[in-house]
């Protein structure tokens, strides 16, 4: 069975503050990673990565895909309190239909 | 990216019923899912729904308690069936666009409480 595990589970940070949040995964047929924002109802695309992309940075943002260790890390420098939401790292694996497995999501709070 | 709107963005149904959640996309997609978000859990896929073919269902979900229809490569249904307490959730419909593979992008939601 696919699966996707986040850590920590929740952070409360500081504005200013850099945060790394984790994910690891153990599926079959890997095909991509990808992290979410999810700060209402709706998932908001973030990032995604294959073995041809294995670091993407927007703006204060940064992931970065190890796919020998198998985890995946999303950083956020000089946080602000916009970033206050709940972040989902999901899988993509190989096969006719595209599923995405998703973690329990890490749920971050960024203080003023 | 894509733009997708669901209908309704949140009902409150009474015990037995049914509802019917809309998924409009701006433009025409091969890949269209279907996903349930229980409260304080992360999100769960129901079916995927490719147009011309029926849905293809995960484990624990089946087509009588989860019709879906494909009619067209821009929309989709899903019907909650027989609503019991335990299917209050956000549903969310995402699709996988052809010219940006891997990506799926997700609709707003439907917010649904069963009383």
């Known amino acids: 069975e696919d699966k996707v595990v986040q850590s920590p589970l929740s952070l409360v940070v500081h504005e200013g503050d850099t945060v790394t949040l984790n994910c690891s995964y153990e599926?079959?047929?890997?095909?991509?990673l990808l992290w979410y924002k999810q700060e209402k109802k709706a998932p908001t695309f973030l990032f995604m990565l294959?073995?041809?992309?294995i670091e993407k940075k927007s703006g204060r943002q940064t992931s970065i895909l190890d796919k020998k260790e198998l985890f995946s890390i999303l950083n956020i420098t000089a946080t602000q309190t916009g970033d206050s939401a709940i972040y989902l790292c999901?899988?993509?694996?190989?096969?006719?239909?595209?599923?995405?497995?998703f973690g329990k999501g890490i749920t971050l709070s960024v203080r003023p | 990216s894509a733009v997708i709107s669901q209908k309704p963005s949140r009902d409150i149904c009474q015990r037995g019923t049914s509802l019917t959640i809309q998924c409009q996309v701006d433009?025409?997609?091969?890949?269209m899912f279907w996903y349930r978000q229980q409260p304080g859990q992360s999100l769960t896929l129901i079916a995927t729904?490719?147009?011309?073919?029926?849905?293809?269902?995960e484990s624990g979900f089946v087509i009588d308690k989860f019709p879906i229809s494909r009619p067209n490569l821009t929309f989709s249904t899903l019907t909650v069936s027989n609503m019991s307490p335990e299917d209050s959730s956000i549903y969310l419909c995402?699709?996988?666009?052809?010219?940006?593979?891997?990506?799926?992008?997700f609709g707003p939601g439907t917010r649904l409480t069963v009383t």
């Open positions: 294959t073995s041809r992309g």
């Open positions: 995402s699709v996988e666009r052809g010219d940006e593979p891997y990506e799926q992008y």
């Open positions: 999901a899988v993509s694996t190989t096969g006719a239909n595209s599923k995405l497995t």
């Open positions: 599926v079959t047929n890997f095909r991509s």
């Open positions: 433009s025409q997609v091969t890949m």
């Open positions: 729904a490719n147009q011309g073919s029926e849905a293809t269902y």
